[in-house]
């Protein structure tokens, strides 16, 4: 059994960027994809980005292209959101999460294992 561990949020104003690191322990095989979500107050649950930990692949939302970039250190357990030209919009609580195989990439509900969160603010 895997465990996440998110860190890197806080706040920033409009414009600036953040680096969010997730890092797991336990059972790291590497055999699973890896996912960053947000949630927002009141809004349902988004699919950002994920990376298979053992290949290339990536995929980033549409919503977030261009802006939000997922990669990896392997020997460090981690993957890495990182988020530039932030919004207000951005404003949310950021999760990890891990996957055997996802058929839906950021679909939240195919992925088994969370992390606790970071939550990252964008000022205006």
């Known amino acids: 059994q895997v465990q996440l561990v998110e860190s890197g949020g806080g706040s920033v104003q409009t414009g600036g960027s953040l680096t969010l690191s997730c890092t797991a322990s336990?059972?790291?095989?590497?055999?699973?994809?890896v996912g960053w979500f947000r949630q927002a107050p009141g809004k349902e649950r988004e699919g950002l980005a994920t990376?298979?930990?053992?290949?290339?692949?990536?995929f980033v939302a549409p919503s977030v292209e261009g802006r939000f970039t997922i990669s990896q250190d392997n020997a460090k357990n981690t993957v890495y959101l990182q988020m530039n030209s932030l919004k207000p919009e951005d404003t949310a609580m950021y999760y990890c999460?891990?996957?055997?195989?996802?058929?839906?990439?950021?679909?939240?509900?195919?992925?088994?294992?969370w992390g606790q969160g970071t939550q990252v603010t964008v000022s205006a």
């Open positions: 999460a891990a996957a055997r195989s996802p058929r839906y990439y950021l679909a939240p509900s195919h992925y088994n294992t």
């Open positions: 336990g059972n790291t095989d590497l055999r699973f994809y």
């Open positions: 990376i298979y930990r053992t290949g290339p692949g990536t």
